[in-house]
């Protein structure tokens, strides 16, 4: 069974920043779109950002754009969120997911368990 794992979560203040990771070692890492998704609480998941096999192209979510980039390193197996200026909007379990149809929901193979994280006033 194939596991993303991530990790990085945690609490912050308003204003400050974190990086969630997220690895896997069980499928051909490169071959796959990678994507996060966030679940705020009593919200549905969402899309917030998504980076392309290569990491030539990515896509961003209107409420994480300016703010969030997501990294990939394929040597490494490893994706990455960078979360700045991060407000208690920000809130929320965020998941790594890896697909090989489109940059959505749909087109996701695989996901995570899940890293919270929570923004503090």
């Known amino acids: 069974q194939v596991q993303l794992v991530e990790s990085g979560g945690g609490l912050v203040q308003a204003g400050g920043s974190l990086r969630l990771s997220c690895t896997t070692s069980e499928i051909r890492f490169s071959d796959y779109n990678m994507a996060w998704f966030r679940q705020a609480p009593g919200k549905e998941r969402a899309l917030a950002a998504a980076?392309?096999?290569?990491?030539?192209?990515?896509y961003y979510s209107d409420f994480v754009k300016g703010r969030f980039t997501v990294s990939r390193d394929n040597a490494k197996n490893k994706v990455y969120l960078q979360m700045n200026s991060l407000s208690p909007e920000d809130t929320g379990v965020y998941y790594c997911?890896?697909?090989?149809?489109?940059?959505?929901?749909?087109?996701?193979?695989?996901w995570g368990k899940g890293t919270l994280v929570t923004v503090s006033s």
């Open positions: 997911a890896a697909g090989l149809g489109s940059i959505d929901e749909y087109g996701m193979n695989y």
């Open positions: 980076i392309t096999q290569s990491g030539f192209s990515t």
